[in-house]
């Protein structure tokens, strides 16, 4: 097995762990929703999840890039010239639905809960728009909605850093269960970072794929399993 079809079928098995995870903390809160609600549409904890950036972005559009790279470990398809051509060919699809998970856990993050919006039982904001994606102001992004007592945010917000909260404070108004704001809030919060990072993954690894296949192409594959393809 070339270099290239070792990366191949690594970026495969990691691409396949991280659109499992991404699937699992898309359905987070539609779980939780419907185990605290008894209803999956009443009252969701933002309506990003139903923008589903784990489910489609980090999961569906990662799956033929996954099911080609794996391909390589069974002497199949990817063991040839042609096939490592297709593996960097599909990972433009993991790259953009990776992207795509990126932004809307982005925007999630920046809006935080509806339970900290003021028009709480608005679903105005559950409406899909790439204009909502492409409107994202890095200036005004920030967590206040996390780490202050409450959604509300105190007047001296602007002295108070992720860096001055103290573990203390950290577990007294977040880490814990005991409202429900809470826990729309640590939900919200542990969800949409964790997609962010699952799509952060992904683009690393469907971009270097992209590469490696290139280069599989141009270099080609083992010469003793090319004859067996």
Request: net charge negative; hydrophobic share 45%; charged share 15%.
């Amino acid at each position: 097995m070339t270099c290239c079809e070792g990366w191949t079928s690594c970026n495969g098995f990691s691409l396949l762990v991280l659109l499992i995870l991404g699937i699992v903390l898309n359905a987070i809160p539609l779980v939780f929703n419907f185990v605290d609600e008894g209803k999956v549409v009443h009252n969701p904890i933002s309506c990003f999840e139903w923008w589903f950036p784990g489910i489609i972005g980090a999961g569906v559009m990662v799956i033929p890039a996954t099911t080609m790279s794996l391909a390589a470990r069974k002497r199949a398809c990817c063991n040839n010239r042609t096939g490592m051509f297709l593996s960097s060919l599909l990972n433009v699809i993991t790259v953009i639905g990776a992207v795509y998970c990126m932004l809307v856990s982005i925007l999630a993050l920046s809006e935080g809960p509806l339970i900290c919006n003021s028009q709480e039982n608005s679903t105005f904001n559950c409406e899909f728009s790439f204009k909502n994606l492409t409107d994202i102001d890095p200036d005004s992004f920030n967590l206040q909605w996390f780490f202050s007592e409450s959604c509300v945010a105190p007047p001296d917000f602007d002295n108070l850093t992720i860096n001055g909260v103290t573990a203390s404070d950290w577990r007294n108004y977040t880490l814990n269960f005991d409202s429900k704001e809470n826990k729309h809030r640590v939900i919200h919060f542990s969800v949409f970072l964790g997609l962010l990072l699952v799509g952060i993954l992904e683009l690393l690894f469907g971009l270097s794929q992209m590469v490696i296949g290139f280069l599989g192409c141009l270099c080609g594959v083992t010469k003793r399993r090319s004859r067996i393809v």
